[in-house]
């Protein structure tokens, strides 16, 4: 079946652009995550969603950074003004965990790779 | 604050070598989580660890867990050219449902 997918896969940004990247999660999925990866680093935690409530912001690393998941299924992350230090791999991903206490793994997609100039 | 600590984070072995890799962290947790990324490429599952004492095997890796000593590794024998990657634990945040990525271990197997 249809994984994780992510749009657009590549992103050029000039410095102090706004961009939009985009998560389709697999079908079904209850919980929603972003996570950031620096080039050379494990992904950091951004974002949870569970269906459209957006249950963890804690690792947005300013109010530049937005996300939301208006009808509980597809997500954007959106970045205003963009800076160089916003330049990373934006990895999105899902699973079916509903919050039960039952760890569910989590799938992730191809990945958006954002380069700010 | 949890915190995942993998070593070693560069690895250059020969083919046919064994060789582990360990993930330690900070605070309590018995959900862990083994991925595989190649470059440019996301991340691939390799194994879930649900439980102290869990050992899971597939091909010529071996994950184990130990949630006393909040240490997990991962095992690679006799090592083939297709192993070469990134290897990622990560810890699952109870109360938070985010995982915690370790700082990954770059696998480099030489024929």
């Known amino acids: 079946g249809a994984g994780v997918s992510q749009s657009p896969r590549y992103k050029v940004a000039k410095r102090g652009q706004d961009v939009a990247l985009r998560c389709d999660p697999i079908?079904?999925?209850?919980?929603l995550f972003w996570y950031q990866q620096a080039l050379g680093q494990g992904p950091e935690f951004l974002t949870y969603?569970?269906?459209?409530?957006?249950?963890?912001k804690s690792g947005l690393p300013s109010d530049r950074f937005f996300a939301e998941r208006p009808e509980g299924s597809v997500s954007t992350l959106k970045i205003q003004r963009t800076q160089q230090e916003d330049s990373a791999v934006y990895l999105c991903a899902s699973s079916l965990y509903d919050g039960g206490g039952f760890s569910y793994e989590q799938y992730f997609g191809p990945g958006t790779r954002l380069t700010v100039t | 604050e949890l915190k995942v600590e993998q070593n070693p984070l560069f690895l250059s072995m020969q083919e046919g070598k064994n060789y582990t890799i360990y993930c330690n962290y900070s605070t309590t947790s018995d959900r862990l989580y083994w991925y595989r990324q190649d470059p440019g490429k996301s991340l691939e599952s390799l194994f879930v660890l649900l439980s102290n004492g869990a050992v899971k095997q597939e091909g010529r890796l071996m994950a184990s867990l130990d949630t006393k000593a909040r240490l997990s590794t991962l095992h690679i024998t006799a090592a083939v050219h297709d192993l070469s990657a990134t290897y990622f634990c990560?810890?699952?945040?109870?109360?938070?449902?985010?995982?915690?990525f370790g700082t990954g271990t770059r696998l480099t197997i030489i024929p």
């Open positions: 969603f569970q269906n459209e409530a957006q249950l963890d």
């Open positions: 079908s079904g999925h209850v919980s």
């Open positions: 990560a810890v699952w945040n109870f109360g938070n449902e985010k995982l915690t």
